[in-house]
Structure formats: C-alpha cells, structure tokens
C-alpha cells in the first residue's frame, strides 16, 4: 500500500450506493488494487461528467459526433504528484512510469495494448445488445436519462429494441455471437499455451478483460451469467475471482 | 552463439540464390538471429513443402479450402531436441521455451501475439495487391507456377488484375490505404510513448513488424519502398536495419 496522499479514483454510480458496475473505469480499479495504491473513489452521474473533468484540466478522451471534444472516465487525480489522467489506457501507463514497483507490463511493451483492444473490441461488441440496455437499467435518474438518449443515438436503436427478447431466436443467435467471441479470444491464450495474457502471471490485459467478465456478472442477467461463468472450464470468473482479490 | 548442433530452417528460394524474400519465414530468421542461434537454410521450391514437412512429421498449419490439411513454412528442424516445428508463432514459442537466453518475448506475454496478428494482418492485407503479385513474380519457375495458380484462386483474381496498374488512380487509392494502415500501427506506438513494441528494447511483435517491412523492401518497386521508408520519421526502414544486425 503506497503510504503517499493518494489518488482520486473518478467512477459512475448505479443506484445501488457505492456499486459499481461500468467496465470501463474497472479497468483503472483492478490496475490501482493490483499495483496496491492508496485511493478514494469519487462518483460522478453521467451528465456531471464533462464539468468535473473540465474543472480539474483532465484531456478530453475523443470527439462527439458534431466534433466537440467528449469528456469520459475513468479519471485519477494524483494528489502526491498533481496529475490529472484520463483514459484508462493513459492513466495504466502514468501508473507504471509514476509507480514502477508491481508493473502492469514488465517488459514495458504497452504498444501492444492498443492493438489487443483493437481486435478485442469488435469482439465484445457482440455483448452489447445485452449489456447496454441492462446498463441503463441500473443507473441513477440523471445518469439513466443522460445514457438512454446518447446511447439511442449513438447504436440507432431504442433500449428496448436493442435487448434480444429473453427466449427469442434472436437473443440466441446473438449469445451464439457472444460465445464465438470469448472462443477466439479463449483460442489467443490456448495457442500461446499460458494461463493469463502476460504469462505465468497476470499483466494489463488480463485486468482489461477482467473488467468486462465483471461487466457481464455486473449487470447481464443471472442465468446469462451463470452459462457464461461455465464457458471454457471457469476460466473467466476464475480471472474475475482472482483479479478481485488483488 | 549456440555451441549445440544447430538449427536447420527450411525457407522458400527466390530466383536469386540464397536471397529470402517470404515475410513469413523472415519472422522465424529475425527469431533465430535475435536469440544468436546457429542455423543453417534449407531452401524448398512451394511445390516440394508438403512432401518435406510431412517427410520430418511436421505439424500442418491449416486447412485447404477442401478440408485437407495444408502445410506451409517456416519449419524448423532442432538437431539439439530432435524437435520438427512448424508455424512461425509456435517456432518463436519453442525456441524461447527451449532456449531462455534472450527472450523474444521477456514478459512471456505471448498470448498478446495472436492477438496483435488478429489487429495487425487486416492492415497489413492493404498491400497484398502490390505484394502477392511482385512475390509470384520473382520466384523460380516451378514455385511461380505453384504460387499462381494457388494465390489467383485464393483471391479470385489474375496476378496481372490484382497489380495495381503504375501510375494509375487505382494505384494511388491502393497506396494511400497501405499508408493509413502504417498509420494506426505507428499510432500503437505513438499511444504507448515507446520506441518498440517491446518498449524500450524490441520484442517479438518488432521482428514481425520487420519481416513485413522487410517484404516491402524486398518485393515492392523501389519507388515504392522509397516512399515508405520515409513514412514516420523513418520509423520502419530505421527498424529493419536495427533487426537485420542482430
């Protein structure tokens, strides 16, 4: 445990207080529990999100459809060093080089993150027709108005149309998908023959795709969740398990 | 150096002796040579690699499209271990497992490879318009025919019709695309603020880089590979050269 003044850790509520549920800022916890620092976690509700990271000078991570600069988290504020990051790919990375012990990535080789997330992500996308509207199921009033209309923008689509009908052909064609996508990215450690994506241990990548197995267990329906849990003899609750005792 | 007895890599000729041009066997050459192993070069002409892998009992990499199996190179021989392994990422798997002095991939984060060859071969299938058909072109007699009549049924097209035409607007259009996919490989980097996909040494998705820039340099115009080597401050011409002293 780092005996400095700590870091600021910025996640998104449910309405379940102090439950999180987004696998995007999981990916910046599980890096912070693994490397053991100090941290506080402030909530931010969805339509809040651009002002508080505008007042304390964090990056925009992206632009909006009509080219204004989108403000998203995770965002950690170092309060021993005075950064703002965000990103969680951006803050991973300042976590290493700021605090080398426990590294993220021994060999130092990050580069080949992007281009992890660059084949894992169409992938996972195969999920999203079940994670997005269960999602906005759970969140806060603001939250949940705030991610209804940008997310019915962004996929075309009503929340209610997006979610496969529980018994529909069509939600088993789509879980079909979601299945055929953790079979190749099961087939990545199989032809590698090791048991975590960094190797004998765990490294970034094994906390990335941890972070969406809690997604999955987070806010996925409990029998899509219980088959899941079975896939590829337990290895991805296994992970979460694991990643969660870090 | 190895003092054992060696290494025998079986890689396919061009028409000119003993000068490699197949991107594919130049990862396991860059492999060897990065881990100071002894080898020799056996050269085998296409129609012959079936037979001589099969002969050694070497594995098949993949299907046919008429479900037989099909056999490729790069294969290596081990007269240490008495080893026959095919695949270029099970042969850098093997020698890092079987030799641990200078590990290709430090971390053994090797279940990050077939991940980036899932993000990297999309990009890199923009040049196969210019690099298939120069390949067929400067191979022996029975490999080009061999090499012809495979690669015109797996791309349903001629070598003729699949060469971009000089000068023509197809060929700029081809081009711009092959640079915008250098771009988001520089961009990996570039996120990541290192030198190598290894970070600040190279590792093994450096040595596949080069054996690609390497095909560019070897098969492309001239004027081609001139114009890529100036691509990113230099970035890919300045790698082959660090991997080819090795």
Chains 1, 2 share one sequence.
Not at 51 to 70: F, I, N
Not at 84 to 102: C, E, G, Q, R
Not at 165 to 194: C, F, H, M, Y
Request: proline share 8%; net charge negative; hydrophobic share 40%.
């Amino acid at each position: 445990m780092s005996s400095g003044p700590g870091i600021v850790f910025y996640d998104i509520p449910s309405q379940h207080a102090r439950v999180t549920w987004s696998p995007n800022p999981a990916k910046t916890r599980y890096a912070l529990d693994f490397k053991g620092l100090a941290y506080t976690t402030e909530w931010v509700e969805y339509p809040d999100i651009e002002g508080v990271v505008k007042a304390l000078g964090g990056a925009p991570t992206g632009k909006k459809a009509d080219g204004r600069p989108h403000y998203t988290l995770p965002m950690i504020r170092d309060l021993g060093t005075g950064q703002v990051v965000t990103d969680s790919l951006n803050i991973a990375i300042y976590l290493d080089k700021t605090y080398p012990d426990k590294p993220l990535m021994p060999g130092g080789d990050w580069a080949l993150i992007p281009a992890f997330e660059s084949a894992i992500q169409p992938l996972l996308s195969n999920q999203l027709p079940f994670g997005i509207p269960a999602s906005q199921a759970l969140l806060n009033p603001p939250s949940a108005t705030y991610f209804r209309a940008t997310r019915e923008v962004m996929f075309a689509q009503t929340m209610e149309d997006m979610l496969p009908a529980p018994g529909s052909e069509r939600e088993t064609t789509q879980w079909a998908k979601v299945q055929a996508a953790w079979n190749t990215i099961d087939g990545w450690l199989t032809t590698a023959g090791t048991k975590y994506f960094g190797g004998a241990e765990r490294n970034y990548a094994d906390l990335y795709v941890a972070a969406y197995v809690f997604w999955i267990r987070t806010v996925f329906t409990e029998d899509k969740w219980r088959d899941f849990a079975t896939w590829h003899g337990g290895r991805w609750a296994l992970l979460l398990d694991t990643v969660e005792k870090d």
